[in-house]
């Protein structure tokens, strides 16, 4: 470390990207600060990604526990919010505090190897082009200079204008905790992933009332219609109730519940009493407190700091996760803080890619997705095929009692066949989808993938079957079962909106 400076580099924010991008400066044998002034793991881990999917995971073992379709029924089976609630944060503290014991591992006073992490606890604002000003929670102040910067401070949910998430009976993403109790009626503003995952959630566990509501004409709007439809038709089969185009007016306070009230383009409107209102509607980012004027950093939209292809905001400052352009995920953001760190000490060996990012919706069942849809493929004008394999027909699906789901592979229409996306729902997608993203990665086509021989039995084999049905060699026939097993083909020739769902059209 140059004398100059307090350390090589400074990270603002200690979630996904920030952590990740620390520890690989540690890799280099780099000494860094982080500055953290809220929960160390951000929202991916105190309540966003671990804590959602703890709590799912704990609404999906009870929806199954409380089935009597397999032979087994289980007796004076109940379930207490509080205890739900803390086992989700005890979930949370762990990897929390895994985190914590690695940076303190590798503190100064420990750490007498190569690098350092320092961990100190305020929000950071710059001051110069080198350095920050720390503002700790006891009102104290202290100032770091570094090399270099890696802004990493994360979003937060999105505000509904005029209607604040008090977090005791109006709540977003990050108040869901400070319930006491199920409540009896939940009405659910916003039909994205965020939204249907808690639908799923409180309807898994039976104990609400679930009303989702959203402006948009279907759940999940920028996938196919086919997977959005199958999203909605479990909710229902859940005992959601769904709400199309409905816009939220207003949620008024009353002493013993809320009134929820909805405004639709038709010129109608319904009120809803409810008990708790989750709001979701997004997440948003906040940069004012950072000081960005002082660097001369602007904007590339309210709340996003524009960077290029290497994660570099300018000179010294690099930028990752939710504050960027790109979706806020934390598999992203990881990938980012690692990559922005490889890039300012030169040591990165091919540029960041994100075509093939995988990601997984954890609904009931859940659904994973890679690459493009066929949305995507009509509005590039790319002619595919797309091949549809029901979970109905796979051997693990049917031993496991659970065959609602689908395997959906879409190929380039020509010799080739590259694959060009996946989406799969049902048990186990969340690992089964990447046995498609690598090939992918390495432009693999239907021939390649096949050379391999899949396990017996695996959920993975209706993969093999749908890709074996592209090729018209699958085991089962789409002629003899038809609602199962799918093949359709679009040109863009055809006469047909690009943004539309496609209706099936056999080939």
């Known amino acids: 470390m140059a004398d100059k400076y307090d350390y090589d580099l400074c990270v603002l924010g200690c979630g996904p990207a920030g952590f990740a991008g620390a520890m690989r400066a540690l890799d280099l044998g780099k000494h860094v600060c982080i500055v953290e002034g809220g929960e160390i793991g951000g929202a991916g881990i105190m309540w966003g990604a671990l804590a959602s999917k703890t709590m799912w995971e704990l609404a999906k073992d009870y929806a199954i526990a409380s089935k009597t379709d397999r032979g087994y029924r289980a007796s004076g089976l109940s379930v207490d919010y509080c205890s739900v609630r803390a086992t989700v944060i005890q979930a949370a503290k762990e990897k929390q505090y895994q985190m914590l014991s690695q940076i303190e591992t590798y503190s100064p006073l420990r750490w007498n190897g190569p690098g350092s992490v320092t961990l100190k606890r305020g929000r950071g604002r710059f001051v110069t082009q080198n350095q920050v000003e720390i503002t700790c929670a ?13 802004i990493a401070t994360g979003s937060a949910p999105r505000e509904f204008p005029h ?16 319930l006491q109790q199920f ?3 939940l009405v659910i503003i916003g039909a994205g992933i965020i939204g249907c995952e808690y639908a799923t959630i409180f309807s898994n566990f039976g104990q609400t009332k679930v009303w989702l509501v959203d402006h948009a004409s279907r759940v999940i709007p920028y996938e196919d219609g086919d997977v959005s439809d199958f999203v909605q038709e479990n909710l229902v089969r859940n005992g959601v109730r769904v709400i199309h185009s409905g816009k939220l007016r207003d949620i008024l ?22 008990d708790a209102a989750l709001i979701s509607i997004g997440r948003a980012v906040d940069l004012s407190p950072l000081g960005l004027d002082e660097l001369g950093i602007e904007m590339a939209t309210p709340g996003i700091i524009r960077t290029d292809e290497h994660c570099c905001v300018r000179n010294h400052v690099y930028a990752a996760g939710d504050i960027t352009h790109h979706p806020a995920l934390v598999n992203i953001a990881e990938m980012e803080g690692r990559y922005a760190v490889k890039h300012m000490y030169e040591c990165a060996k091919w540029p960041l890619h994100y075509d093939n990012m995988s990601t997984v919706m954890f609904f009931y069942p859940a659904v994973a997705a890679v690459g493009l849809n066929e949305k995507g493929c009509r509005r590039r004008k790319i002619p595919y095929r797309v091949g549809y394999c029901a979970n109905t027909l796979c051997n693990r699906a049917i ?65 093999q079957e749908c890709l074996r049905m592209l090729l018209d060699k699958s085991i089962f026939k789409p002629h003899a079962f038809p609602d199962y097993l799918k093949i359709r083909t679009w040109h863009p020739d055809e006469d047909d909106n690009p943004n539309d769902s496609p209706e099936s059209q056999e080939a």
Do not use: C
């Not at 002493?255 to 409810?274: C, M, N, Q």
């Open 138 to 150: 006891d009102g104290q102040h202290d100032r770091v200079s570094a090399r270099h910067f890696l």
């Open 163 to 178: 209607i604040r998430a008090d977090q005791q009976r109006i709540f977003n993403s990050d108040g869901v905790l400070n």
């Open 183 to 185: 409540p009896a009626r």
């Open 253 to 274: 306070k009353k002493p013993d519940h809320l009134e929820v009230i909805l405004d639709f383009r038709d010129g109608h409107s319904e009120v809803i009493e409810a």
């Open 399 to 463: 031993a496991m009692r659970s065959t609602h789901g689908f395997v959906k592979i879409i190929v380039s229409d020509d010799e080739q066949q590259q694959i060009l996306g996946m989406r799969a729902a049902g048990p186990q997608v969340s690992s089964t989808i990447m046995s498609i993203a690598h090939f992918m990665d390495h432009g693999k086509g239907v021939l390649d993938v096949l050379r391999s021989v899949y396990p017996h039995p695996t959920i993975t084999e209706g993969i």
